[in-house]
């Protein structure tokens, strides 16, 4: 049983950056398509960045460019760097893990969520 943590959240001012942290136990992310999504108020959780085992890191266009997506296999660890915030990134971000799938870009073959860091970005 792969168990996520994240940490990094925070209030930032817009044009900010903040790096958000997703660490794993049970099992290593080497091993896992690793995905960050994000879910805002009154909205669904939506995909933001993927990292799919043996394929090109995927951006959703509203954060390509800003965000990179990030794996340390040696601490078990995946990264989010965020920069040039902007208000509507605020959000709680979630990390997630499933095991290699050919629908890594469907929300519904991760199997495995971290409890989320709220992100707000104050104008």
């Known amino acids: 049983q792969v168990q996520l943590v994240e940490s990094g959240g925070g209030l930032v001012q817009a044009g900010g950056s903040l790096r958000l942290s997703c660490a794993a136990s049970g099992g290593a992310v080497s091993s896992y398509d690793m995905a960050w999504f994000r879910q805002a108020p009154g909205e669904g959780r939506k995909l933001l960045t993927a990292?799919?085992?043996?394929?090109?890191?995927y951006y959703v266009d509203s954060v390509r460019g800003r965000f990179t997506f990030s794996r340390d296999n040696a601490k078990n660890t995946v990264f989010l760097q965020m920069n040039s915030l902007k208000t509507e990134d605020t959000a709680v971000y979630y990390c997630a893990a499933a095991k290699s799938n050919s629908r890594w870009f469907d929300r519904s073959v991760y199997k495995y969520w971290g409890q989320g860091t709220q992100v707000t970005v104050s104008s």
């Open positions: 990292g799919p085992i043996g394929r090109t890191t």
